[in-house]
């Protein structure tokens, strides 16, 4: 019997007809060119993939996707991604939201659907600000920013979104950056071979609203020196010159000077270690610590069962024990009353 090969797609497969209608330089482009690059190499037909966004300027990401997709309401696009993925769980399932939408009206559906460990990709693009609405301070916004809405500097603490998965329990989180496109990519093919919840937090620059709002850790002369990209199974090792590495000291990590001697006491990335301490702490510096270089990569991946495969061996199992009763005899059961 012949066999059919798999049908073999290409970026332009991916691209939609649609105008992309993001500001000129926004960092959602370069966002978008990574998604449609990886799509045609994961080995997945594309109608089985479907993008699912709430609202906000990440959210009209499903229009400029030439596959399935959802636009759905504001801050709940996991509730919509919950039904598609329990209904058709040979789907692809990724949920595009921002910092507003995902973590604002939003938050209470962002904990609930990672701890459930719902099987599908949350791509979190995170500017600090409110973009679509012009300019509102966000969940994520730092303490004493000045918006539109918070003119004399805002008085609330900022959300870190990969410590709150994290607590939440998410099998897997990752931090990548838009002008890094080499390196996103290679996170969102780790994601989409994630069985469960898998959480990625892209920094997003926002250059009409909030830009250069990572400047201290993206910036060609700075980046080095103020971020670390962790490998599983390497040292904490970051800085032009390499001479500075991590040490965890309890549960407080500090900048040691790697090249007298120490390179011992430096951290080793494991991303596979259930207990949630390690990838807690490395996934606060520089974020929540200050004096710390900002950590990107995959601070998180381990193996647990998904909300969709206990859902299904519940079923069966009810199948299994369940009487053959009709809708009818169902509907008659108990006590019933006939109104006249």
């Not at 045609?40 to 966004?53: A, D, Y």
Request: proline share 4%; with cysteine; hydrophobic share 35%.
């Amino acid at each position: 019997m012949a066999t059919t090969e798999p049908q073999k797609y290409t970026k332009a497969d991916f691209e939609s007809p649609n105008d992309v209608r993001w500001c000129p330089g926004c960092g959602d482009y370069a966002i978008l060119s990574a998604v449609q690059s990886v799509m045609p190499t994961l080995g997945i037909p594309k109608e089985k993939f479907v993008f699912i966004s709430g609202i906000g300027c990440s959210s009209r990401f499903p229009y400029y996707m030439n596959c399935y997709g959802f636009h759905t309401i504001h801050g709940r696009a996991l509730t919509v991604a919950t039904g598609v993925k329990s209904i058709n769980p040979d789907l692809s399932v990724w949920v595009i939201t921002g910092d507003g939408d995902g973590l604002s009206i939003g938050g209470n559906h962002f904990m609930h659907a990672i701890r459930r460990n719902q099987d599908f990709k949350i791509l979190l693009f995170n500017n600090k600000i409110y973009g679509l609405t012009k300019g509102q301070y966000s969940p994520t916004s730092e303490l004493g920013k000045k918006t539109k809405s918070t003119p004399y500097g805002s008085i609330d603490n900022p959300v870190n979104p990969v410590s709150l998965a994290i607590a939440s329990g998410a099998t897997f989180v990752a931090r990548t950056v838009d002008n890094n496109v080499k390196h996103m990519m290679e996170i969102l093919k780790r994601a989409a071979a994630h069985k469960g919840t898998a959480f990625v937090e892209i920094y997003q620059n926002c250059l009409v609203f909030n830009d250069n709002a990572f400047d201290d850790f993206t910036k060609k002369d700075v980046k080095d020196d103020h971020s670390v990209y962790v490998e599983h199974g390497k040292p904490l090792i970051f800085g032009k010159n390499h001479d500075k590495a991590i040490k965890l000291n309890g549960f407080h990590s500090e900048v040691i000077n790697a090249a007298n001697g120490s390179m011992k006491e430096a951290l080793v990335h494991n991303e596979n270690v259930d207990d949630r301490g390690l990838s807690y702490v490395i996934g606060q510096m520089g974020v929540e610590n200050e004096g710390l270089p900002v950590a990107f990569g995959v601070l998180r991946d381990i193996r647990q069962p998904t909300y969709q495969e206990r859902l299904f061996e519940q079923e069966n199992l009810a199948k299994e024990k369940g009487s053959k009763a009709s809708l009818e005899s169902i509907l008659n059961a108990g006590d019933t009353w006939v109104v006249k």
